[in-house]
């Protein structure tokens, strides 16, 4: 009896290599594929580099403005706001129909050409100032005090004045050598130049009333 169980451990200990042996030759001989790495395949978070390298940001191209295009940005966007501020009050303390009604067209007209150039000015890089500079402020503040028939002569008399000095800053920009620019004096410089012909009008029209 002692002989038959010592057979049968000899037997059951040769059947446990033989299951080791066969897994260990299995695992060895795995037939799935390493993750390949290279041209034909990506290590993990390869994918989100290559995604993250194919999206470069987008910029819009770096202008060189000149002195004179700079000054003409600044200028134009802080006489157009001074412009449509006065407009304003020009509805709201004119006396005459008159001078209301060249403020409604000055309000209008530059404010399409405000719009405009603030489009230009984004296309360059360029960000225009949002209130009128400290020369227009004063005589808008100015203009604020005064009341009737005294408002409407200061206000024309401050019309010929500005669009005087608008026609000078538009011409100079029709000269510009970015073609944008120029192109954007030119189209605007007839406008300015109706506006300067009915400022003096006003102003002469409202001389007589004195």
Same mark, same amino acid.
């Given at each position: 009896?002692?002989?038959?169980?010592?057979?049968?451990?000899?037997?059951?200990?040769?059947?446990?290599?033989?299951?080791?042996?066969? &897994?260990?030759?299995?695992?060895?001989? %795995? #037939? @799935?594929?390493?993750?390949?790495?290279?041209?034909? *395949?990506?290590?993990? *978070? /390869?994918?989100?580099?290559?995604?993250?390298?194919?999206? #470069?940001?987008?910029?819009? #191209?770096?202008?060189?403005?000149?002195?004179?295009?700079?000054?003409?940005?600044?200028?134009? /966007?802080?006489?157009?706001?001074?412009?449509?501020?006065?407009?304003?009050?020009? &509805?709201?303390?004119?006396?005459? %129909?008159?001078?209301?009604?060249?403020? @409604?067209?000055?309000? @209008? %007209? $530059?404010?399409? /050409?405000?719009?405009?150039?603030? &489009?230009?000015?984004?296309?360059?890089?360029?960000?225009?100032?949002?209130?009128?500079?400290?020369? $227009?402020?004063?005589?808008? !503040?100015?203009?604020?005090? =005064?009341?009737?028939?005294?408002? !409407?002569?200061?206000?024309?008399?401050?019309?010929?004045? !500005? $669009? =005087?000095?608008?026609?000078?800053?538009?011409?100079?920009? +029709?000269?510009?050598? !970015? +073609?944008?620019? =120029?192109?954007?004096?030119?189209?605007?410089?007839?406008?300015?130049?109706? $506006?300067?012909?009915?400022? =003096?009008?006003? %102003?002469?029209?409202?001389?007589? @009333?004195?």
């Amino acid at each position: 009896m002692k002989n038959g169980i010592t057979a049968a451990c000899a037997i059951a200990l040769l059947l446990g290599t033989a299951a080791a042996q066969a &897994q260990s030759a299995a695992g060895a001989t %795995d #037939p @799935r594929p390493a993750p390949a790495i290279g041209n034909g *395949g990506n290590a993990p *978070g /390869a994918d989100a580099n290559a995604s993250s390298a194919a999206s #470069p940001n987008e910029r819009a #191209p770096a202008v060189k403005l000149s002195s004179s295009d700079q000054e003409f940005f600044a200028k134009a /966007a802080a006489s157009g706001l001074g412009e449509v501020n006065a407009g304003q009050m020009a &509805q709201a303390q004119g006396s005459t %129909d008159q001078v209301k009604t060249f403020g @409604r067209q000055m309000m @209008r %007209d $530059h404010g399409k /050409a405000n719009a405009e150039l603030k &489009q230009l000015a984004a296309s360059k890089g360029v960000t225009l100032p949002d209130a009128p500079d400290a020369d $227009h402020q004063k005589e808008l !503040d100015q203009l604020k005090q =005064k009341q009737g028939g005294e408002f !409407d002569q200061e206000y024309a008399k401050g019309q010929v004045k !500005d $669009h =005087k000095e608008a026609v000078s800053l538009f011409e100079k920009a +029709a000269k510009s050598k !970015d +073609a944008d620019i =120029k192109a954007f004096a030119q189209k605007t410089l007839p406008v300015l130049k109706e $506006h300067l012909t009915m400022a =003096k009008s006003l %102003d002469d029209q409202l001389q007589k @009333r004195k």
